[in-house]
Each structure stands twice: as structure tokens, then as C-alpha cells.
């Protein structure tokens, strides 16, 4: 089960990261595409292995939906604003979260868990930990999970003709973090999620502001993800423009040049955080 898999490579890093206080700190989860909040299998399994390593730890798994299956359909129909909007409000109403939490999201968890860092501040974010999330989108849909196959083939051809046409936007979670490196232009204007938390077309100073109050980000790179396409995108790396080989590191992305003058990579990506310990990077090898 992937999840084993992970914990056995990743366990060190998690519970580092997660246990540095004597009081531990609340942990709130996002489930990645095709899973659920609570699936025994996946982050039920989980939960119970951070609760054996930290005994007392409260941990909220977000339920987008009214239960499991609504869970699972929302993370591909369900606009990502308003899930983002959704977890904002499960984080703030819930009293046990309001001296601040820590954040792991797995998959499309761990992009959604930046967005409410970025969009939420309060009750602070104090980690987040993203396990393979596709921080600058995705291109191509290669081992979607969702239990009837035909919608994955459904939605692959929808989003190679169409990711950027506004139903489409309006419908699809994954058109919303599509970023399709041929046409940058119609992903920057199009792009009702990411190009937005990503700060592509206009500055948003509050999510640098907020992003920047993490205490640590920590992005894990799956060196042998076949899921998000490029898998360089967990760490903010991503296509060169106009084509779908090269990777480049964010450092020699665009958007890192010329939006580093904002501060929003201030702490991503330069090599004085990585030294100070702002940014951890990690990689494992097997996720699925
Ligand atoms: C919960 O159920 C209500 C009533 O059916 C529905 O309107 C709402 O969209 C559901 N919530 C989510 C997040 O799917
Ligand atoms: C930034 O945050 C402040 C304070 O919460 C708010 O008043 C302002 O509207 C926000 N700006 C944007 C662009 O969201």
C-alpha cells in the first residue's frame, strides 16, 4: 500500500518536523486525488501511525463533502476555491486549531493545503509539509485514480483541448492546476486556482506576507512519481516554456526571476533558506 511505503521512507522527516515542541501541536490533513479523508487504507493508516508516534496529538483529516463518497467526487468536481474556502472554515470553527496547527497534504492536498496558508492566516499555519504536491500544476494526468476509468480518459481529453475555457475551469479540480508549458499565456489569464496562488498575473502581497510566516515548508519530492507530470513540479520546478522536456528548477523559472522581487520565493528556493533551514527539500523513491 503507498502509504507504507512512505511511511517507512518518510517517518523520520514527518515526525521531525511535526513533534519539535513538547506540547505537540494539532495536525490538520488533505487527501490527495481519488482518495478520502478517512480511507483506512491511506490517511486513516496514517493518522494511526502519528498518533502512535505522538501520543495525544489532535489531528483533523478534512471531509470535503457530507461523507466519504462526496469526499472523493469533490476532489474532481468540486471548484478549488471553494474548497480551499471550505477547509478555511472546518480550520477556523474548529476550537482545538486556534493556537495554530501544522499541515500535511498529500498529492492535490498539498497544493490545496498552500493555498489556505497563503489565503487563510488565521488560525496560523505553523509547518506544512507537502507530500508530492504539484506546486506549479500539472500537465497530462497519467495515473488518475478515480475508481471508473472512463472519467479519466474523459477528463484527460478535455483538459488537452479545453483546460482553460472558463466551464471547464468552473467544473474541473484538475483543469484548475493544469499548466500547459505551450501555452503559458492562456494558463496565466485562464487558470481560475493556480495561476492565482502562484501570483502569475498580478502580486498578491497578503500570500507572500502569509506564506512567509511558515515556519518551515517542507516539500517532498517523489523521485519516481509517476502521478504528477513533471514530478519536478513538487518542487516548484516546471517545463520550460513551449515545450514538454526540459525541466527547469524553479530557480531558472520565470516566475521564481520576476517574482522574487515581490518576496513570495524569499524563502523558497534561494540558497541562504535552505541554509538557515527555511526549506527542507526531501525525496523519496517509491510512492506508488
Ligand atoms: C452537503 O450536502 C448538501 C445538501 O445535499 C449540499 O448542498 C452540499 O453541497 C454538500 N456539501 C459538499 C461540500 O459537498
Ligand atoms: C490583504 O489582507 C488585508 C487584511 O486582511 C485585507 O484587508 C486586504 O483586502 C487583502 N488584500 C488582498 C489583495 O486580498
Partial sequence: MKILVLMGVL??????????????KPIVMWHGMGDSCCNPFSLGHFSKFLE????????????IGNNSIEDIENGFFMNINDQVTLACKLIGEDPELKMGYNALGVSQGGLFLRAVAQRCPSPPMLNLISLGGPQQGVYGLPHCLYPTHEICDYLRRVLNVGAYWS????RFVQAEYWHDPMNEASYQTGSMFLADINNELQINTN??????????????KFTEDTMVQPKDSEWFGFYAPGQASTVLPLQKTKLYIEVRTSNF????GSPES???????????DSWY
Avoid at 517517518?11 to 505537540?24: E, F, N, T
Avoid at 520565493?265 to 523558497?268: T, Y
Wanted: aromatic share 8%; glycine share 2%.
Fill in 265 to 268: 520565493f524569499v524563502n523558497i
Fill in 207 to 220: 500570500y507572500s506576507d502569509n506564506l512567509n510566516r511558515l515556519r518551515k515548508l517542507v516539500l517532498v
Fill in 52 to 63: 502512535e508516534q505522538m501520543p495525544t496529538v489532535y489531528i483533523k483529516s478534512l471531509r
Fill in 11 to 24: 517517518s523520520h522527516l514527518l515526525v521531525a518536523v511535526l513533534a519539535d515542541s513538547p506540547k505537540y
Fill in 167 to 170: 466551464w471547464i475551469q468552473a
Fill in 274 to 284: 535552505q541554509e538557515v533551514g527555511q526549506v527542507e527539500s526531501d525525496s523519496a
